[in-house]
């Protein structure tokens, strides 16, 4: 398990270069510091009406007996500074189409129905090792419009105090629909592979990707 370092530890470690030293040192920046995951639009269907339940398991809503509809996943991963090191309790606030592709949302005039068993939206923190996860269910691609489909994508809106908010979206690999997104095709090819989960592992019999987070600041 990796120990919390301080930025005083990594300058004691040599991790960080003297600032006076940086003239003809750039590179070493480069090297240390982790590019910050790419912003992206909030888009129109953060929630706009509360819920009780907004926890790690969105494959169930508490206090209704059925279950989500869909392909039940797991995302994991770390929220990182830019230097590395594990940024523990942000809040992480996240929200997605469910299976067929509907928001719960007023403003969502996709056809697809609501499922009333999928919670939709979640809101989490990160442990002392800045790690997280949660279960879901895989969303759907939606129209966006008439001319574009979004792929599966999952909403993410990450507060630290001392840092700037983040809000972003999280991507599948090999997603058909993720080379047209009038989103995600106008990011470079460092950004794409920063915004893309991982399927690294199973679980259960469910797909376990990782998403890592870097914010911006420090
Ligand atoms: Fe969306």
Do not use: C
């Not at 949660?134 to 001392?162: C, D, L, M, N, Q």
């Amino acid at each position: 398990m990796m120990k919390k370092l301080s930025r005083r530890d990594l300058v004691k470690f040599g991790v960080v270069g003297a600032v006076a030293g940086l003239s003809k040192a750039t590179e070493s920046w480069s090297e240390v510091i982790i590019m910050p995951t790419p912003e992206e639009v909030e888009g129109p269907f953060y929630p706009v009406a509360d819920q009780i339940d907004k926890d790690a398991d969105m494959t169930q809503v508490t206090g209704r007996s059925g279950q989500a509809l869909g392909q039940y996943i797991i995302i994991r991963g770390a929220v990182k500074d830019r230097f590395g090191v594990p940024v523990e309790n942000a809040t992480i606030d996240i929200w997605q189409a469910n299976a067929a592709g509907r928001y719960d949302h007023p403003r969502d005039s996709n056809r697809a129905p609501v499922d009333p068993y999928f919670q939709g939206w979640a809101v989490i923190h990160s442990d002392t090792n800045g790690l997280f996860r949660f279960k879901t269910v895989k969303p759907g691609a939606y129209p966006a419009s008439r001319s574009w489909t979004r792929p599966p994508h999952i909403h993410f809106k990450i507060f630290k105090k001392g840092y700037p908010e983040l809000i972003t979206q999280m991507y599948f690999p090999n997603e058909p629909l993720n080379a047209s997104d009038l989103l995600f095709s106008n990011k470079t090819q460092e950004e794409q592979k920063a915004m893309v989960a991982q399927k690294t592992d199973e679980y259960d019999g469910m797909d376990v990707y990782t998403y890592n987070i870097v914010l911006r600041g420090h």
